[in-house]
């Protein structure tokens, strides 16, 4: 099934990047390819830059291109069955991305006040090591 699953990514990847001329279908990315066991379906996971109003553009022009992507598969892969596929639009990569700009964002803040504070722990460690040790005998 990972094979499978591997090839249809694969050609699908390739129909849609360099062979697909809907202009609806811009910045999209297939992350991955589920194939069930049956080989009867498959949904594939796409990433797709941009807005929201953009995504959903894009995601129908995928949809209206759906028979000729998988008549690509039935030229290029030897299977019993071709899958029906399907499209999903996988958040991942956009909250990542979202993720790493606030990080980015709580960074320099928090390397100004981090250096404030170790320093001055180092500080105060400091002036309890100059306290004689053999005071208190």
């Given at each position: ?89 996988d958040p991942g990569v956009k909250k990542s991305i979202e993720v790493s700009k606030l990080l980015r964002e709580i960074t320099p803040m928090a390397d ?26």
């Open positions: 099934m990972a094979k499978v699953a591997s090839a249809v990514r694969q050609v699908v990847s390739k129909a849609i990047l360099f062979e697909l001329r809907d202009p609806r279908v811009t910045g999209v990315t297939v992350l991955n390819v589920e194939v069930a066991a049956d080989l009867r379906t498959a949904k594939v996971y796409v990433s797709i830059l941009g807005d929201e109003k953009a995504a959903k553009l894009s995601l129908k022009g995928l949809e209206a291109a759906r028979g000729w992507i998988q008549s690509r598969i039935v030229d290029e892969l030897d299977l019993r069955l071709t899958p029906v596929l399907s499209f999903v639009i100004s006040g981090e250096e404030t504070a170790v320093t001055d722990d180092v500080e105060e460690l400091d002036d309890d090591d100059e306290s004689p040790d053999g005071e208190e005998e």
